[in-house]
């Protein structure tokens, strides 16, 4: 689009350098003439010296032909006579910042309708910072009524871990507070849907209403003791090899688990397979079979399968497909050493483990048998 900003101070500078990175056509209108050439030196933006109130100006810097017209002056009466001078001679979209609210009439008796509140964006930004200093920015929307704000996952949140839908699902989650986007710490941002998971360090972009953010911070801040583990918690306290942690370490882990969704049919991992991850059943039934197609096993909720290709390295010894529709808790390998093998008691007791379970498994190698679920592959 054709744009053109009239004041090229600092607002008008970086909304400049803003639209030309998005590759869009602008030209700034700046009295100054060792502004202009700044800005025309650091940011390649086209720049026409001289008064944005001047008619002849803004035709030079060819307001006629202009899709918006931006003015960033730093008072409103010259903001305010920009804005007519456009609007009689250009069909451009006019937006302007208003300094002093005491100009809203004016602006609007002039046909401006969008206007930027620099005072509101402000004061609304800066008591959102005191009252809730785990949002990161924030920006008001429907004249401070709803808040557009960010927050970074903590790796001790609840919701870490946890997909939009069952975050959404908390009682406590407020209904008018809306997920937009999720921020990876390189920078990449995912639109979210309701099986996105909200990973560690990862940042949030939320709209809520004013009066709902706090309890939006709350639920999305959250941090659980031991005596409130998280379901995922309380499910692996179930699998026998992690019985030795303490609910902080069983927190740990809880919070590194990736959720995933599979259909009827669909196959969680085949034999061969490189053994990265272990995962819990939370709902839905997994079979797994061996290379022949023989049932081994149906793995139900609270069950758990995969763990012996995590812990000895070795490829996968079985085919695992989803029953039925299912959810699942993926523990990936490098989450689950960091908590366990640190601690050489437990790497101990899981050798412990691991070696009557292998034992066990050779010996039903034979016969299929039926087991209940929690018992390992």
Do not use: W
Not at 6 to 23: D, H, K, M, P, Y
Not at 37 to 53: N, P, Q, R, S, W
Not at 244 to 271: M, T
């Amino acid at each position: 689009m054709k744009i053109v900003i009239a004041g090229g101070g600092r607002v008008g500078g970086t909304l400049a350098a803003r639209l030309v990175s998005e590759q869009h056509q602008v030209t700034v209108v700046e009295r100054d003439p060792l502004i202009c050439h700044k800005l025309f030196e650091e940011i390649g933006v086209v720049t026409v010296c001289g008064d944005a109130t001047d008619p002849r100006v803004l035709e030079t810097a060819g307001i006629a032909n202009a899709h918006i017209a931006a003015g960033v002056l730093a008072r409103d009466a010259e903001n305010l006579a920009f804005a007519t001078l456009v609007r009689a001679v250009s069909p451009a979209r006019v937006m302007v910042r208003m300094l002093d609210n005491r100009y809203r009439e004016p602006y609007r008796l002039a046909g401006v309708r969008e206007l930027v509140e620099e005072a509101e964006v402000v004061v609304a930004k800066m008591t959102t910072a005191i009252d809730f200093p785990q949002v990161a920015g924030s920006l008001p929307l429907a004249a401070g009524d709803a808040i557009l704000f960010e927050l970074k996952v903590s790796a001790k949140a609840v919701v870490a871990g946890r997909t939009v839908a069952q975050v959404r699902a908390q009682p406590d989650f407020p209904r008018e507070c809306v997920f937009i986007g999720v921020v990876d710490p390189e920078g990449r941002i995912t639109l979210p849907d309701g099986n996105t998971q909200l990973r560690a360090e990862h940042t949030l972009i939320l709209v809520a209403r004013r009066a709902e953010l706090a309890r939006a911070v709350e639920c999305l801040t959250l941090e659980p003791n031991q005596a409130n583990e998280t379901p995922l918690a309380e499910l692996l306290r179930t699998v026998d090899f992690l019985a030795p942690l303490s609910g902080e370490e069983l927190l740990k882990v809880a919070h590194g688990a990736e959720y995933l969704r599979k259909q009827a049919g669909e196959v969680i991992f085949k034999k061969g397979d490189p053994g990265e991850t272990f995962y819990v059943v939370v709902s839905g039934q997994v079979s797994l079979q061996s290379e022949g197609g023989r049932m081994v096993e149906t793995v139900k909720p609270g069950g758990f399968f995969g763990e012996i290709a995590l812990l000895t390295g070795e490829p996968r010894a079985t085919h695992a497909t989803a029953a039925t529709a299912c959810e699942l808790a993926s523990v990936g390998r490098d989450d689950f050493r960091g908590v366990v093998m640190a601690n050489p008691a437990i790497a101990l007791e899981m050798s412990r483990i691991l070696g009557q379970r292998l034992s066990r498994m050779s010996k039903q190698d034979a016969a299929p048998q039926k087991r209940k679920g929690l018992f390992g592959r």
